[in-house]
């Protein structure tokens, strides 16, 4: 019995939540790796996980090498990246989230600038508007908007975005200019939802934020139609700094309600901690740092009018 393949196949099992799951994942035949679990049980001479039609639980003898198994697997993997010169000069795979529109907009651009200055690299730009979990999922880099939680996780920051009211000067034209965050009861909004919906927006900062009913016209569940909804004067939209900025420097779109703008949310890069970091991840955040920095200030002086 190959032991590190025993436990790369337990610690599979156990992050898809079940062998065949594994056997997918792996790619794999399901008695291989139900025959793997078993001689290192065998071996071991203890029961790591219980069997259930639907799922594996671990035992408590279980938890335990499971956790001792991860971290001889990741002492592997570092060895084996470095006998390969991943640690000597860039190279390899990386893995990179990115919320969609963010991803699109700024990040997918500066990978396209990374890739060609390291042609030994190459990246996967996974673009989802969910949190990734980067253990389960193996992200080497991902892109945060909003406060971070506490956690293992190490973060660089590279700005900010920010809330914000729009609508296009036709609208406004037509209809007038809200006054205030009530005056939206009296005006067609624009609604970022999806199967779920959301008939309130929070506006202003701090201890001034107060939520506001809304009576959306429209509704649709991606960033970039919200956008072209508002510069098509359907009506107001509640959008992001960074998704807004493009059409509010071509004229399409404007910002109002600017007295009661809201906080600042930041925006990090954020990556699991290791002894010694691969140089293709410490090259791509040495490359996207100032550059995804650059761009948030530009997106600023955009919104801002500066």
């Given at each position: 019995?190959?032991?590190?393949?025993?436990?790369?196949?337990?610690?599979?099992?156990?992050?898809?939540?079940?062998?065949?799951?594994?056997?997918?994942?792996?790619?794999?035949?399901?008695?291989?790796?139900?025959?793997?679990?078993?001689?290192?049980?065998?071996?071991?001479?203890?029961q790591l996980v219980v069997r259930t039609s639907r799922?594996?639980?671990?035992?408590?003898?279980?938890?335990?090498?499971?956790?001792?198994a991860r971290r001889l697997l990741d002492d592997l993997?570092?060895?084996?990246?470095?006998?390969?010169?991943?640690?000597?000069?860039?190279?390899?795979?990386?893995?990179?989230?990115?919320?969609?529109?963010?991803?699109?907009?700024?990040?997918?651009?500066?990978?396209?600038?990374?890739?060609?200055?390291?042609?030994?690299?190459?990246?996967?730009?996974?673009?989802?508007?969910?949190?990734?979990?980067?253990?389960?999922?193996?992200?080497?880099?991902?892109?945060?908007?909003?406060?971070?939680?506490?956690?293992?996780?190490?973060?660089?920051?590279?700005?900010?975005?920010?809330?914000?009211?729009?609508?296009?000067?036709?609208?406004?034209?037509?209809?007038?200019?809200?006054?205030?965050?009530?005056?939206?009861?009296?005006?067609?909004?624009?609604?970022?939802?999806?199967?779920?919906?959301?008939?309130?927006?929070?506006?202003?900062?701090?201890?001034a934020t107060r939520t506001i009913a809304i009576r959306?016209?429209?509704?649709?569940?991606?960033?970039?139609?919200?956008?072209?909804?508002?510069?098509?004067?359907?009506?107001?939209?509640?959008?992001?700094?960074?998704?807004?900025?493009?059409?509010?420097?071509?004229?399409?779109?404007?910002?109002?309600?600017?007295?009661?703008?809201?906080?600042?949310?930041?925006?990090?890069?954020?990556?699991?901690?290791?002894?010694?970091?691969?140089?293709?991840?410490?090259?791509?955040?040495?490359?996207?740092?100032?550059?995804?920095?650059?761009?948030?200030?530009?997106?600023?002086?955009?919104?801002?009018?500066?």
């Amino acid at each position: 019995m190959d032991r590190f393949e025993a436990m790369r196949t337990l610690v599979a099992a156990v992050d898809s939540g079940s062998l065949s799951a594994a056997s997918r994942a792996l790619g794999m035949p399901l008695p291989t790796v139900s025959r793997r679990v078993s001689d290192l049980e065998a071996h071991l001479g203890a029961q790591l996980v219980v069997r259930t039609s639907r799922r594996l639980i671990l035992t408590e003898a279980g938890e335990a090498f499971v956790v001792v198994a991860r971290r001889l697997l990741d002492d592997l993997g570092d060895a084996e990246r470095a006998a390969s010169g991943e640690y000597r000069a860039p190279r390899g795979e990386l893995l990179v989230a990115a919320p969609i529109m963010f991803g699109k907009l700024h990040v997918a651009p500066i990978v396209h600038a990374f890739l060609a200055a390291y042609p030994e690299v190459t990246v996967r730009l996974l673009l989802s508007d969910q949190v990734i979990d980067l253990v389960e999922a193996h992200v080497d880099v991902a892109v945060r908007i909003g406060r971070l939680v506490d956690s293992d996780l190490i973060a660089r920051g590279v700005g900010h975005v920010r809330w914000m009211i729009c609508a296009s000067p036709d609208y406004i034209a037509r209809r007038g200019e809200p006054a205030t965050p009530e005056a939206l009861s009296e005006h067609g909004c624009i609604a970022f939802e999806g199967l779920q919906t959301y008939r309130s927006w929070p506006i202003g900062s701090g201890t001034a934020t107060r939520t506001i009913a809304i009576r959306p016209r429209f509704s649709v569940n991606t960033a970039d139609a919200v956008v072209e909804a508002a510069a098509a004067g359907l009506g107001v939209a509640r959008i992001m700094s960074y998704q807004a900025a493009g059409a509010i420097a071509t004229g399409r779109i404007a910002s109002i309600l600017r007295d009661f703008a809201s906080d600042p949310i930041p925006v990090s890069l954020v990556h699991q901690p290791q002894r010694v970091q691969p140089l293709k991840r410490r090259a791509f955040l040495d490359f996207v740092v100032p550059r995804l920095t650059a761009a948030l200030a530009a997106v600023e002086a955009a919104v801002s009018g500066r």
